[in-house]
């Protein structure tokens, strides 16, 4: 077992982190998820494994600070 930290880079930027959305939507979707589902369990308990593998969706969801993207989507529900 690796006991070393690891270290992701978030990401901050609005557009990225819409490009990135979108691109994990689509490869979950390509591989039969359904997306909304897994996005929401991810973003539930921040498990990685919730989000394929493929076209590298994985890596990319964890660029984003879930903290910041719950932010995101509740200021873009609520039209702010």
Known sequence: M???TRRFTTID???EIREILSSV???LL???YNP??????YILSEDPTYI???NGARSL???????ELLQELLLSYLGK
Do not use: E
């Open 2 to 4: 690796d006991d070393s």
């Open 13 to 15: 930027n609005k557009t």
């Open 25 to 27: 939507f689509n490869s």
């Open 30 to 32: 390509v591989k039969g």
């Open 36 to 41: 909304i589902n897994q996005l929401v369990g």
């Open 52 to 54: 394929t593998n493929y």
């Open 61 to 67: 969801i964890t660029r984003i600070d879930r903290d």
